[in-house]
Nanobody, 123 residues
Framework: QVHLVESGGGLAQAGGSLRLSCAAS???????MAWFRQAPRNEREFVAS????????YYDDSVEGRFTISRDNAKNTIYLQMNTLQSTDTAVYYC?????????????????WGQGTQVTVSS
């Protein structure tokens, strides 16, 4: 069973940047990796996903152009570079993995999840 651990969360000002990392242990990264987030009183929502070779990448419209997902398969790590942060980006961010090769946005397709890292953006 692959174990995913997120890091890099914290407090940032609106307009600032943060970089999240998600390291896998006990095995390799899954074919498709993704970031989801969950704000208080909200459902978990898709942020971004990336295929094994990074030839297919999807973003939610709310983060398109501001966030960048990437992966380093040799290091068993994925990243989420978050720029121009907004207060609406405040949430717990989770990384997730699935054996599916197509980077789906559906959370139900993912079978590996990290514990999450808190991102708080102050306005």
């Amino acid at each position: 069973q692959v174990h995913l651990v997120e890091s890099g969360g914290g407090l940032a000002q609106a307009g600032g940047s943060l970089r999240l990392s998600c390291a896998a242990s006990g095995g390799a990264l899954s074919n498709t990796m993704a970031w989801f987030r969950q704000a208080p009183r909200n459902e978990r929502e898709f942020v971004a996903s990336i295929a094994w070779n990074a030839d297919r990448i999807y973003y939610d419209d709310s983060v398109e152009g501001r966030f960048t997902i990437s992966r380093d398969n040799a290091k068993n790590t994925i990243y989420l570079q978050m720029n121009t942060l907004q207060s609406t980006d405040t949430a717990v961010y989770y990384c997730a993995g699935t054996r599916l090769s197509n980077p789906t946005t559906w959370s139900g397709a993912y079978d590996s999840w990290g514990q999450g890292t808190q991102v708080t953006v102050s306005s």
